[in-house]
């Protein structure tokens, strides 16, 4: 990737020399992730994205809609040393979203900007481990942004499996989590046994793929973001057909129904949950709030990303289906 590299020196800095101990620094990893409240970690030792070809074919398949950078990113996402050169092991994460209600704004994106939040607790876990790591050891959080096929080395990891909607799910938890990762150029030993990123345990179940509004997921795993919500809502640029606009059924941002009725996800997991007020939100209010009012209103939400004139429109939408 531009930046990284220079033509006539290479990379800017030499990779890590080898740890004392790879398992005893791992385990010291997962300890660490753990103590900053992930409810999953695990790592992997390796650089590259074995399952690079199926998210070929579904680039292939124009699947990813009009998220372009997917496609500009797409070689980057074979290996991680293209983000932190000489990249040999990957610590992944994983935080549990709090519990919500009902209401037309997704439950990752009701609180603090897990971008942020994420990424201050990892930035603490790299300082746990740094103390631990041999000199000349080089880091890189990673939360989200990053061109990672974050879910394939989460199951490497040992986090969990994906199920047919797509999503990561973690075993005891479910999938209302978000993930995260630590790039390393130090040689990590790994935490799991090695896992066949296929391997699912969903069984007989269909209930994610009968539940979705508009039949996005179109075979298990297999997800054709143009007809998703989360995308129409959130990255989705300009005006809705007639066809798209009808399809939110009030949603302004995102969509938990796939998530909402898997198996995996049922069963109290924390005390009743405190009120959300961003559960929901006012769409005749947003209808009217200009670009300063939003960046305002939604300053340290993950809700910016839908930019003000994305959550007018699906205001707009949200208004005339109600009348």
């Given at each position: 990737?531009?930046?990284?590299?220079?033509?006539?020196?290479?990379?800017?800095?030499?990779?890590?020399?080898?740890?004392?101990?790879?398992?005893?620094?791992?385990?010291?990893?997962?300890?660490?992730?753990?103590?900053?409240?992930?409810?999953?970690?695990?790592?992997?030792a390796g650089s590259r994205a074995e399952g690079w070809d199926g998210y070929r074919a579904f680039l292939d398949r124009g699947h990813q809609g009009g998220m372009e950078w997917l496609v500009r990113d797409a070689e980057a996402r074979?290996?991680?040393?293209?983000?932190?050169?000489?990249?040999?092991?990957?610590?992944?994460?994983?935080?549990?979203?709090?519990?919500?209600?009902?209401?037309?704004?997704?439950?990752?994106?009701?609180?603090?900007?897990?971008?942020?939040?994420?990424?201050?607790?990892?930035?603490?876990?790299?300082?746990?481990?740094?103390?631990?790591?041999?000199?000349?050891?080089?880091?890189?959080?990673?939360?989200?942004?990053?061109?990672?096929?974050?879910?394939?080395?989460?199951?490497?990891?040992?986090?969990?499996?994906?199920?047919?909607?797509?999503?990561?799910?973690?075993?005891?938890?479910?999938?209302?989590?978000?993930?995260?990762e630590v790039l390393t150029d130090v040689a990590l030993a790994p935490t799991a046994a090695s896992v066949d990123p296929t391997w699912e345990r969903c069984g007989g179940c269909a209930a994610c793929l009968q539940a979705c509004p508009?039949?996005?997921?179109?075979?298990?795993?297999?997800?054709?973001?143009?007809?998703?919500?989360?995308?129409?809502?959130?990255?989705?640029?300009?005006?809705?057909?007639?066809?798209?606009?009808?399809?939110?059924?009030?949603?302004?941002?995102?969509?938990?129904?796939?998530?909402?009725?898997?198996?995996?996800?049922?069963?109290?997991?924390?005390?009743?949950?405190?009120?959300?007020?961003?559960?929901?939100?006012?769409?005749?209010?947003?209808?009217?709030?200009?670009?300063?009012?939003?960046?305002?209103?939604?300053?340290?939400?993950?809700?910016?990303?839908?930019?003000?004139?994305?959550?007018?429109?699906?205001?707009?939408?949200?208004?005339?289906?109600?009348?």
């Amino acid at each position: 990737m531009p930046g990284f590299r220079s033509r006539r020196s290479g990379p800017r800095f030499p990779a890590a020399p080898p740890p004392d101990d790879p398992v005893a620094l791992s385990r010291a990893a997962v300890r660490a992730a753990l103590d900053h409240g992930f409810v999953a970690a695990g790592v992997v030792a390796g650089s590259r994205a074995e399952g690079w070809d199926g998210y070929r074919a579904f680039l292939d398949r124009g699947h990813q809609g009009g998220m372009e950078w997917l496609v500009r990113d797409a070689e980057a996402r074979r290996t991680i040393e293209s983000i932190l050169p000489f990249a040999k092991a990957v610590l992944c994460v994983a935080r549990e979203v709090p519990p919500g209600g009902p209401g037309n704004v997704a439950r990752y994106a009701r609180g603090e900007d897990y971008h942020e939040a994420v990424r201050r607790d990892l930035k603490a876990v790299v300082a746990a481990i740094r103390r631990h790591s041999p000199p000349g050891a080089h880091f890189r959080v990673c939360v989200d942004t990053a061109p990672v096929l974050e879910r394939e080395w989460a199951v490497r990891a040992g986090l969990g499996f994906v199920g047919k909607n797509g999503m990561l799910i973690v075993p005891g938890v479910g999938s209302h989590v978000v993930l995260g990762e630590v790039l390393t150029d130090v040689a990590l030993a790994p935490t799991a046994a090695s896992v066949d990123p296929t391997w699912e345990r969903c069984g007989g179940c269909a209930a994610c793929l009968q539940a979705c509004p508009t039949r996005a997921i179109l075979a298990p795993r297999v997800v054709d973001a143009r007809l998703c919500l989360s995308y129409l809502t959130i990255e989705k640029r300009g005006p809705f057909t007639p066809e798209e606009s009808s399809w939110l059924g009030g949603r302004l941002f995102g969509c938990d129904d796939c998530q909402d009725v898997c198996p995996y996800n049922a069963g109290p997991r924390w005390s009743e949950p405190a009120p959300e007020p961003t559960a929901s939100l006012d769409p005749a209010a947003l209808a009217a709030l200009d670009d300063e009012g939003f960046a305002r209103t939604f300053a340290g939400s993950a809700i910016r990303r839908a930019t003000a004139e994305g959550l007018r429109r699906n205001a707009r939408a949200a208004l005339e289906a109600a009348r």
